[in-house]
């Protein structure tokens, strides 16, 4: 098959980022990129786009055109994670490095939506591409460290509203004893943690990496759903890898493996 499995490759990622690029609000990427297709379908055909900003889309798709090694799409790459780390992040003050979720909701962080965001910057650093936004992301991992439970879990999600104006700081989180023990919710962010580690050495990371992993999996298969089984298998299985890449420990090569035999099945 060589050559045409080659150029059918060549074909699909071509498509494949022609297809991200319709989604641009403008086509030099500086508002960022619309979610995109909805699974609803009218009875008429016609599918639903929706039209929010999303920072996760944002840099998820930034990452897919800085991957590409086309100069131009770089470039739009550029525009757009400019975006996530500019007035999509806070800058400073109690909640210094909260990444915001979309253009629609200011004030919220989702953290598997935030390690979604900021997991391509994270692996352009990995893989020697481009380290321009690496310390914006490993920013953005440090106060999702600070809010994270004794258990290496995270809350449903950080509201600043919830904060403001009451006698309550943000960082009472870091001392509650147990998160959200979903793999939808937890997963992406204890991989991008283990990642950033594995790119600044800091051991902090690492700890609440493992730890949240371990935590999750030490309940499994009985997470919290947020979607399917099937989605809340996926979710798991570039954070068990991640993991075990980093600690080279059987016991998390034979929790990937438990997963993805699940899975599989």
């Not at 309550?168 to 793999?183: C, D, P, R, V």
Request: charged share 25%; proline share 3%; net charge negative.
């Amino acid at each position: 098959i060589g050559d045409d499995f080659d150029s059918a490759l060549d074909r699909s990622i071509s498509d494949a980022l022609g297809f991200l690029k319709s989604f641009l609000v403008t086509p030099d990427g500086k508002n960022g990129i619309r979610e995109g297709l909805s699974h609803n379908i009218h009875p008429d055909g016609k599918r639903i786009t929706a039209s929010v900003v999303r920072t996760d889309c944002t840099g998820e798709a930034a990452g897919a055109f800085m991957l590409s090694g086309d100069s131009e799409l770089m470039g739009i790459a550029d525009n757009m994670l400019s975006l996530c780390y500019g007035p999509l992040t806070i800058h400073g003050g109690e909640f210094d490095g909260m990444v915001r979720w979309s253009e629609e909701a200011w004030n919220v962080c989702y953290q598997d939506d935030v390690a979604r965001a900021i997991l391509p910057t994270l692996l352009c650093s990995y893989f020697g591409i481009n380290d321009k936004y690496l310390e914006n992301a490993l920013h953005a991992l440090k106060f999702l460290c600070d809010t994270t439970a004794k258990d290496g879990l995270r809350p449903l999600r950080t509201d600043v509203l919830e904060y403001l104006g009451e006698d309550k700081s943000i960082s009472s989180l870091s001392q509650t004893e147990h998160g959200y023990a979903s793999a939808h919710y937890n997963a992406y962010y204890s991989g991008a943690l283990l990642l950033g580690y594995l790119n600044c050495k800091d051991t902090r990371f690492k700890e609440y990496g493992v730890k949240g992993l371990e935590t999750l999996m030490s309940l499994y298969p009985d997470t919290v759903r947020e979607h399917s089984e099937t989605s809340e298998l996926c979710r798991l299985i570039l954070p068990l890898s991640l993991l075990y890449l980093t600690t080279r420990d059987s016991r998390h090569r034979e929790m990937l493996y438990r997963v993805f035999n699940d899975l599989y099945k």
